[in-house]
């Protein structure tokens, strides 16, 4: 169920769970392993909480999350514990994960959404992943399960934000800009593992209902659009909205009950004994500022200076750090405006509709500044060139290439093009007559005609211009 843009009364807030891009795990010298390893094939008795078997900290971990809770304008602690929170579960060996509670290694920090509302971060902490759990069919009808301990103890970092989100928009905007930050740190992999989110989503007169391990801004948006109808609908039938904990279904994108919400004290957390106190040294904290690379803000900023590109461009440019690299690479080459434009419609176009990202693919900015020298240069069409970049990120044919064996660069002569219009000209009079009286669709309907005739090798632009002279 869809959720209105602008939809109000309601309130949600996020606990986005974050892996580390490190080599080994949180607490000990395992590594991370690959999707494709074999199950329990990267643990040890401390992963599995054999008696006896004592954790120590990863220290790159521990940068990795200050790196994030810096970046997002948290205060940091001047020392870090962790501790154990208590409960049961088969994804829990030892029943009890490692987390932080007392003191949070960052809080009081904020997200700035493009609207200037803040949302607030009340805490980002570090804590090791629980094991991976394989249902036998979906979550709501298993009837057993398998557990996977390689995922046990890869180090988390936890992002709580305070109950600021109030419509789809800025739900999808505040996770945009959150995997944006990620990717700039270079902290995580997306390969190897998704963004995960609990959804805490409440209605004017109900209580707080979590949702449970959200994958994908989608996904989110239709736990929201389901969950404040569900509580809508419960509020205003005066059954009331029972505090729980649910899980979601992807097939029904809906939600089910999984348990009564849990309170902090139903965890029983206590300082985790075998894990002395971490000073976080004020050097450490300025050497870890120091690094962090330019941001989306501040690049957004350099952008629109630099290449005067509007506040729109500059902030799709600056939302994927690779993104960004290529358009500075081909703005050195052609025009920013035709890099970006062309980069934001028609590449970036093309990733979404497929689901994919550059950084899951090797392509070369040599071959899309090549095509875009042949569109600033008019020999070839923006529907070819198009065409071209299509089967360049979904096949890998160079453009070049495929525009050649396609023969759909355009080296038509001015004189041939100029007669070719004059010809559609003149057996569509009646065209040219809804032109001159202004209808736009006339224009289209010429221009289309006349790319027909040249077999899609015109530039609609060029074609426009020599309709438009020859009206005068």
Request: glycine residues 6%; hydrophobic residues 40%.
């Amino acid at each position: 169920m869809a959720l209105q843009e602008s939809s109000s009364g309601f309130r949600a807030g996020f606990e986005l769970h974050v892996s580390l891009n490190t080599e080994s795990k949180l607490f000990c010298g395992c590594s991370v392993a690959e999707k494709t390893a074999a199950p329990n094939s990267s643990c040890c008795e401390i992963c599995l909480g054999f008696p006896g078997s004592k954790p120590l900290a990863n220290r790159k971990a521990i940068e990795y999350a200050l790196k994030l809770a810096l970046a997002l304008n948290c205060k940091i602690a001047p020392e870090m514990r962790f501790s154990r929170k208590v409960y049961s579960y088969p994804d829990l060996a030892k029943n009890f994960q490692i987390s932080q509670f007392e003191v949070p290694l960052g809080e009081n920090g904020f997200v700035l959404l493009d609207s200037a509302k803040k949302i607030r971060i009340k805490r980002v902490h570090l804590e090791e992943d629980p094991a991976a759990i394989v249902h036998e069919g979906s979550v709501a009808s298993a009837s057993s399960c398998l557990v996977d301990y390689n995922r046990s103890g890869v180090p988390l970092v936890e992002i709580v934000t305070e109950p600021d989100i109030s419509s789809a928009g800025e739900a999808r905007e505040f996770f945009s800009k959150i995997r944006s930050i990620i990717f700039y740190l270079d902290i995580f992999d997306e390969r190897k593992s998704v963004i995960k989110a609990d959804t805490n989503i409440s209605v004017d007169g109900g209580n707080r209902v979590e949702v449970k391990n959200v994958t994908g801004i989608k996904n989110i948006e239709k736990v929201l659009g389901f969950e404040v109808e569900r509580q809508k609908t419960a509020v205003k039938a005066g059954t009331g909205v029972k505090r729980e904990t649910r899980g979601f279904d992807e097939v029904t994108s809906s939600t089910f009950s999984l348990r009564e919400k849990e309170t902090e004290d139903d965890y029983g957390y206590i300082i985790e004994p075998d894990l002395t106190k971490i000073v976080l040294e004020k050097k450490l904290v300025k050497e870890v500022r120091d690094s962090l690379p330019e941001l989306p803000e501040e690049k957004v900023k350099r952008l629109k200076k630099e290449f005067k590109l509007s506040e729109y461009n500059a902030r799709v440019m600056a939302s994927d750090p690779e993104l960004g690299k290529l358009f500075e690479s081909a703005a050195k080459e052609v025009g920013a405006e035709l890099a970006a434009k062309f980069l934001s419609r028609e590449l970036l176009g093309i990733l979404n509709y497929n689901d994919l990202s550059l950084r899951e693919l090797s392509l070369s900015s040599k071959e899309i500044i090549s095509l875009l020298k042949l569109l600033e240069q008019e020999k070839v069409s923006e529907k070819n060139a198009k065409e071209a970049t299509i089967k360049y990120v979904l096949e890998g044919v160079p453009p070049l290439k495929f525009l050649k064996g396609e023969q759909l660069l355009s080296d038509v002569p001015d004189d041939t093009l100029i007669k070719t219009v004059e010809k559609v000209m003149k057996e569509n009079p009646k065209a040219i007559s809804d032109l001159r009286k202004g209808e736009k669709k006339a224009m289209n309907f010429l221009v289309g005609i006349a790319m027909r005739e040249m077999k899609g090798k015109a530039e609609a632009r060029k074609v426009q211009e020599i309709i438009k002279e020859k009206l005068k």
